[in-house]
């Protein structure tokens, strides 16, 4: 069976920390990876420390199966971090769930990472050869292993000397037995940002959601190239880089959750806006507009409203089914798609329904979504996405197939539509997304899915390619 998800990007982690001498920090940390579980539902962890001892307790599957039972528990923890994961590099393996946690001369350190190295098998290599043995095949272990390496002398230090060697997408929180460490790439490809508690303690979170679930005030978004230190003195920010802003553009259109807001832009607003000029530009005539839950939901209320017609429920999406995977007959196929969503004869037939969704990856589902549609009654179907056509792979943490494999890499608009079955098909232009977002700057966002144009020059390394040489390696090893 195939699901709806399954044709969708899927971005690789979130991440969050707490520091605090007054809450208990490992429960605010399970309520903030609930807030981030969007960002990844293969597996979660949670590292605490009483500032003598450090403990970490990981698991695969949801935030709320791994922890069913009890969240880490230790007496006078009062920094924590944890992590969700959706794997891109490295295998969905226990091993490589995170947070990592190393013993090494200078103490303990645990990490956890989102984003993906573009260098990351190259250091890897460099450090294998040198005698570094590694327990995991995921590219974070490569920063742990630089920063237990380094010969610098505080951790701040260490850190900064490890991030001078690394290239691509990476936001981290990084534990000591006394410190809590937040850390943004100079591109800023990923979101990170801080928040304070009554007690006086802090909170990093991938998303502002994180720290309204916890009850912190927002403080102000980490920029890129910068580090924020925080520990019984309070906090310091350190730039360790020349920012050099490329934020994914995919965070407003579908990965974030709507109630975020990322370097002041207000992503439902944002997505509100996407409907609206999609409508302007699509111009497509219908009688209701519906989308495609739940990620297109806010542009399909702004193309409704744009457009005058009345938006209205007409898939329903079945939220307890978890994830269904690739059987071998038509049949069950067919029905993995009715299991994730389904129809409301009512609402759609006779109807020409205008259907709003956020991207087409492969294609597979959206054809799948139009027939039943069809089945429902639907006199005719058009489809309106909100974002531009996605061609190109991405390097910087999303869960992207090879470029042979993204339908708008090898077929027109016109192509894609037949191969849908739609009546129409309309993609959002550069032009008009680029206008959705009036808080930031659309010259310091990464377009490269869309337009081939990587932020960083070097070559990137894909995460199957890590994979594939961490494999070889292996390989290699055993004769």
Known sequence: MIDYEADKLKEECGVFGVYSRDFNVSELTYYGL?????????STGIAVTDGAWMEVSRGMGLVREVFRHQVPQME???????????????????????????NYSGGKIALAHNGNLTNAAELRRELEDNGTIFQTTIDSEVVVNLIARSRKVTV??????????????????????DKLIGVRDPQGFRPLCLGRLEDGGYVLSSESCGLDVVGAEFVRDIAPGEMVVIDENGVEFHKFAAPKPSMCVFEFIYFARPDSVIDGQSVHEARFEMGRILAQEAGCKGDIVISVPD???TAAEGYAYESGLPYMSGLVKNRYIGRTFIQPSQKQRDTAVKLKLNAIRSVVEGKSIIMVDDSIVRGTTSGKIVKMLRNAGAKEVHMVVSSPPIGYPCFYGIDTSARKELIAATKTVDEICEYIDADSLHFLSMEGLKKCMPM????HMCYACFNGGYPIEQKSQSPAEVDKYIFETRRKKQG
């Open 76 to 102: 006078n923890q009062y920094i924590a971090i944890g992590h969700v994961r959706y794997s891109t590099t490295g295998s969905s393996l226990i091993v490589n769930t995170q947070p990592l946690m190393v």
């Open 295 to 297: 990620s297109g939901n």
């Open 156 to 177: 701040e230090e260490k850190i900064i000397d490890s991030l001078k060697k690394i290239r691509g997408a990476y936001c981290l929180t990084i534990m000591t037995e």
């Open 440 to 443: 930031l700057n659309a010259e």
């Open 34 to 42: 609930i807030s981030l579980q969007h960002r990844g539902q293969e």
